[in-house]
């Protein structure tokens, strides 16, 4: 049974600050999708990462695949308040779970 | 809107009451998943569809639990004698294929006094 693990789970930081959050697997996967949920809302489809060492960029975040494609992170540049939000990391082929998510809160 | 929708929005409901949410996926997704989420977690894997065809059913969910997807088009999450731990937001999505982007609905909040 794949295990994913999500760290932080929580991080409160001020306007401006840079922060990282990681997610980690106990065994090797193809690829992962990270997602960010609002409250009251689905979770919504950030990036799929698939090579190992792959680093993709959206904006402000900077995603990265572990060389060994068992773990990932998930870098975001000068927070804003609108990247509040629980992060959360997926995989899966075709039974897709969830790790616990990260709950991120950006400061004014 | 083409996106996946979910009905109710919000069902308060007695201990011990069946509640059914609907879900409907967009239209040309082969793939329909389930999962509930509480507060300060990630969602949890229920089940999952490909067609009609259910796949895989999570060991975690009693037989209290069902789910149907009888044409392979909108989909019904059944909770019968409801227990107040069932209280969670129950998620759905689709795909279309295997691995693919997940569209999520905006889910259904159930409460259970």
């Known amino acids: 049974t794949q295990l994913l693990e999500q760290s932080p789970q929580f991080l409160s930081i001020q306007e401006g600050e840079n922060l990282t959050v990681y997610c980690n697997s106990s065994s090797v996967f193809s690829s992962l999708q990270w997602y960010r949920q609002e409250p009251g809302e689905g979770p919504v489809l950030l990036v799929t990462?698939?090579?190992?060492?792959e680093v993709k960029k959206l904006k402000r975040l900077t995603f990265q695949f572990g060389d060994a494609r068992k773990d990932s992170s998930l870098h975001i540049t000068a927070a804003q308040p609108g990247d509040t939000g629980l992060y959360l990391c997926?995989?899966?082929?075709?039974?897709?779970?969830f790790g616990k998510g990260t709950r991120l809160h950006i400061l004014p | 809107d083409t996106g996946v929708s979910q009905n109710p929005r919000h069902k308060i409901t007695k201990r011990g009451q069946n509640v059914t949410f609907r879900c409907d996926p967009i239209s040309e997704h082969n793939r329909l998943y389930w999962y509930r989420q509480t507060l300060g977690q990630g969602p949890e894997f229920l089940t999952y569809?490909?067609?009609?065809?259910?796949?895989?059913k999570s060991r975690l969910l009693s037989d209290r639990f069902s789910a149907e997807r009888p044409k392979g088009s909108f989909s019904t999450l059944e909770i019968q004698r409801t227990e107040q731990g069932d209280s969670a937001m129950y998620l759905c999505?689709?795909?279309?294929?295997?691995?693919?982007?997940?569209?999520f609905g905006s889910g259904t909040q159930l409460s259970v006094l």
């Open positions: 997926a995989l899966g082929d075709d039974k897709i779970i």
């Open positions: 569809f490909q067609n009609e065809a259910q796949l895989e």
């Open positions: 990462v698939v090579t190992g060492g």
């Open positions: 999505a689709s795909s279309f294929g295997g691995y693919e982007k997940l569209f």
